[in-house]
């Protein structure tokens, strides 16, 4: 077993250099990193990643999230370096409580991701991503395998659905993980997906190349195991904008903007000339810490996220507020109470 401690677009590229991000000074270190990538495994536009340095700093050992009326109860917990060592995802109603999720992660000796584990309660199903980087230290590879728990009492258990490795969620929640040799045969017998990561310049940009396989497919004698690209442009080590392409085709404008300043990422706007238009607003206090994230459609704020902290950094409450009963309806009006545990 293993141990836990273990051209057009030159054109649509050069609109986007008034993004050019400026460096600030911190008077403290900040409680989050916001980003405008999608963090799997977080509540995603709730909770955004943590800040390992001041993880660290505060000798932080375990964060609760909770709401005030039923809904959520996420247990975040750390590691004495501040990274982030698992997520437990619980929905409650009353003394009623049901635990959908539980994530886990396993670290190189440098600090960057190896491994990962998300359970999921309902399937049984469990999601191994194992990561590889190449000499920069860049994401290269990941590879994922879906295995079949057999949890007794789930709603799905086919062992189609996954494979199936009886005992595995037990094993990952006692700080293991499955043998390599098991990982390593799923590779050989095409029992996996990935994402495949692609550098290059382009102009004055860093481009960073997202291409997600489905290996599993060469099974059924399909080569064509390409299902999606996802490109970001970087500028000054920030990303400025995202190309979602048609499947694997090639990329053709922008989907969504990114805004920086100071150093801060000020605003996303969503690109679909089919829909509304869309963004977000970030806003920060003088310690860089994030006040509010503001939903924008047409122009008009519909709702907003805003975050409280205490005079030593520490987020202490986050409330939903929606403009209208619709949009309260859709984005789920609440507000989250946060509590610590250290080290």
Known sequence: MINRNCSVF????????????????????????????????????????????????????NITL????????????????????????????????????????????????????????????????????????????ISIFSLNAQMPNQVQNNNWIGEPVAG???????????????????????????WRYRYYTENKFEV???????????????????????????????????????????????SEQYEFKEGLLFAIHEIDTDIASKGEKYSYDKNRNLLSMQNIRNGQKVSELIMEYNKKGFLTTIQRKSETAKMSQYFEDRIFDLSYTFY
């Open 208 to 254: 960073e190349e997202r291409t997600e396989f489905f290996d599993f497919m060469k099974n059924g004698d399909s080569q064509d195991t390409c299902y999606q690209k996802i490109t970001y442009y970087h500028l000054n080590n920030h990303p400025i904008a995202q190309f979602l392409h048609f499947g694997c085709a090639a990329k053709t404008i922008p």
């Open 168 to 194: 595995v969620a037990q094993l990952i929640l006692k700080g293991s993980w499955p043998d390599e040799n098991l990982l390593n045969n799923l590779i050989r017998e095409n029992k996996f997906s990935s």
């Open 10 to 61: 030159s054109f649509l590229i050069s609109i986007l250099v008034y993004l050019i991000p400026m460096k600030g000074i911190a008077q403290m270190e900040p409680f989050y990193h916001v980003t405008p990538m999608a963090i799997e495994g977080y509540f995603t536009k709730t909770i955004f990643p943590f800040n390992p340095t001041f993880m660290k700093a505060n000798r932080v050992k």
């Open 66 to 141: 909770k709401s005030r009326e039923n809904g959520i109860f996420n247990s975040y917990t750390f590691n004495s370096n501040g990274l982030l060592n698992s997520i437990s995802m619980v929905r409650y109603d009353k003394e009623k409580k049901d635990t959908v999720f539980y994530t886990t992660y396993c670290y190189l000796a440098n600090g960057l991701l190896a491994k990962e584990a998300r359970i999921d309660y309902h399937s049984g199903i469990i999601k191994i991503k194992v990561y590889s980087y190449d000499e920069k230290n860049r994401i290269e590879n």
